[in-house]
């Protein structure tokens, strides 16, 4: 790293804060990612079985 003198604290703090917030957002999307996929999957098993009559059984 680069020598910032008086300025390698609030530098630091910068980089930190960064990474914490795109931690947290991508941990967000993670979660919701799997929120919506549960929720899809109750709607497709509420949804009735589509038939194809074209298919003979």
């Known amino acids: 790293?680069?020598?910032l003198g008086k300025?390698?604290?609030t530098v630091t703090?910068?980089?930190a804060?960064?990474?914490l917030l795109i931690a947290?957002?991508?941990g967000m999307s993670f979660w919701k990612s799997r929120r919506i996929k549960?929720?899809?999957a109750q709607v497709?098993?509420?949804r009735p079985?589509?038939?194809n009559p074209n298919i003979d059984p």
Do not use: F
Request: no cysteine; glycine share 0%.
């Open 38 to 40: 549960a929720h899809l």
């Open 7 to 9: 300025y390698s604290d």
């Open 17 to 19: 804060i960064s990474i």
């Open 24 to 26: 947290i957002l991508v």
């Open 49 to 51: 079985k589509a038939t």
């Open 13 to 15: 703090s910068a980089y």
């Open 1 to 3: 790293m680069p020598d």
């Open 44 to 46: 497709e098993d509420r």
